[in-house]
């Protein structure tokens, strides 16, 4: 019932920007945090950003200062803007949401992702 729609993803070169956005369709559903991963090939899938529904913000090491995620909440969107980015952010980037079905516990969904190509 949680459908995520991703856009945005392209080809950069070293140094650019790109912005992704992801339009959640909630269709009633509690979301409880909003997220963008990503997976470099051959990697395993790790976060990048979240939002939780308080609005507090968590970054990845490898991202903090050069990405930043928001919500706009009358479009129901979660975006992700990348500045200064490097080949080692290349990857297929998901949208995550987390719905809490009841207390304690949660469901994950995930969009079809986009990638993301940094040349050098």
């Known amino acids: 019932q949680v459908q995520l729609v991703e856009s945005g993803g392209g080809l950069v070169q070293a140094g650019g920007s790109l912005r992704l956005s992801c339009a959640v369709h909630?269709?009633?559903?509690?979301?409880?945090?909003r997220g963008w991963y990503r997976e470099a090939p051959g990697a395993q899938r790790e976060m990048v950003a979240t939002?939780?529904?308080?609005?507090?913000?968590k970054y990845s090491d490898s991202v903090k200062g050069r990405f930043t995620i928001s919500r706009d909440y009358r479009a129901s969107t979660v975006s992700l803007q990348m500045n200064n980015l490097v080949p080692e952010d290349s990857g297929v980037y998901y949208c995550q949401a987390v719905e809490i079905v009841f207390i304690g516990k949660r469901r994950d969904h995930w969009g079809q992702g986009t990638q993301v190509t940094v040349s050098s």
């Open positions: 939002i939780h529904s308080s609005g507090a913000e």
């Open positions: 909630d269709n009633g559903a509690t979301i409880i945090e």
